[in-house]
């Protein structure tokens, strides 16, 4: 086995300790992080959104944040804002950091904050920096946002546009857990011993030579051809959808599958990474059409239906 393999091993046994049930949320969430990329992850109240991204953190010894999205905050909320400081009778401008300045950032609730407040967050995602006033200020590496959204509570929300969803590489959707795993959930909370604390498996140094290791997995060049391929037939699909996915989900796709074939202990990606990673990747890309969602088709059928042809 080799070294990589028995670290993700690893990662997935200290998560189950918190999380049950949800091994494709965790796997997902590693992958965007493998992918140096930032996350939308989209599921009812309840399904442990938060505390999946808090233990992922935990679990990598990251610095952890949170920022509780809500239509009064401010812009400077997130990235920090400048006071005045006296020392020794003089006044000075002192900037104090905000919350944005950590590894791993979860912006919950994300489309709860009002667009101007949202686009703080873009440039830190697309830029991996931060700019007030005149100044920029570089984030420590590794840095992900990891944003959260519920999909029924739609009053008082601002809907992200579609440029700022296309930021993010995976739109996960969090599913219900089946009776077996809700019935260990149960158990695990609802008695006096309390769920046991992860350990620290993996640091940021052996994270950053797993993004790199992760670029470096190759595919074939008849894989790649097809992802470009169902790509561009995103846009020529017209019976469904009206809006198709641009180059940025081709790249998407390619690293989103090489990493996962890494997650896998493979050495090469193969035609299954490509199926299973197409949907986080395109779900928040296509855009239908009225008849499709008249006839009440959502993004994963279009994306069945692509990946049939």
Do not use: W
């Not at 993700?8 to 590693?30: S, T, Y």
């Not at 809500?70 to 909320?77: A, H, I, Q, R, V």
């Not at 904050?113 to 995602?125: F, G, N, R, V, Y």
């Not at 060049?221 to 198709?244: C, F, H, M, P, W």
């Amino acid at each position: 086995m080799k070294n990589y393999e028995k670290i993700f091993m690893n990662v997935f046994d200290e998560a189950n300790k918190v999380i049950i049930g949800q091994n494709e949320l965790i796997e997902q969430i590693l992958i965007t992080m493998l992918c140096n990329a930032n996350g939308l992850v989209e599921g009812y109240p309840g399904l442990a959104k938060t505390l999946a991204v808090k233990t992922v953190a935990d679990i990598m010894d990251l610095k952890f944040s949170r920022i509780q999205h809500t239509p009064d905050l401010m812009p400077s909320d997130i990235t920090g804002t400048y006071i005045i400081e006296e020392v020794d009778g003089k006044r000075t401008f002192k900037f104090q950091r905000g919350p944005i300045f950590a590894n791993i950032v979860l912006a919950d609730e994300i489309n709860r904050a009002t667009p101007k407040t949202q686009s703080a967050l873009l440039e830190a995602m697309q830029e991996k920096q931060v700019t007030v006033g005149n100044t920029t200020f570089k984030l420590d590496e590794p840095f992900f946002v990891l944003a959260t959204q519920n999909p029924i509570e739609q009053e008082g929300t601002y809907p992200l546009p579609e440029a700022q969803q296309d930021r993010f590489l995976l739109k996960i959707r969090v599913s219900y857990p089946t009776i077996e795993d809700e019935l260990r959930i149960v158990d695990s909370y609802t008695t006096e011993t309390p769920p046991q604390k992860p350990q620290v498996v993996l640091d940021k140094k052996t994270l950053l030579a797993l993004q790199n290791l992760a670029r470096k997995v190759p595919i074939a060049n008849d894989l790649k051809q097809k992802i470009v391929k169902l790509i561009s037939a995103t846009r020529k699909n017209t019976s469904l959808i009206e809006y198709g996915a641009s180059p940025r989900a081709s790249i998407g796709l390619i690293l989103a599958s090489k990493a996962r074939a890494l997650l896998k202990g493979r050495t090469h990606v193969s035609s299954e990474d490509i199926v299973k990673m197409a949907y986080p990747v395109l779900r928040h890309r296509l855009i239908l059409n009225f008849e499709a969602e008249r006839k009440g088709i959502t993004t994963d059928d279009a994306i069945t239906e692509l990946l049939s042809k």
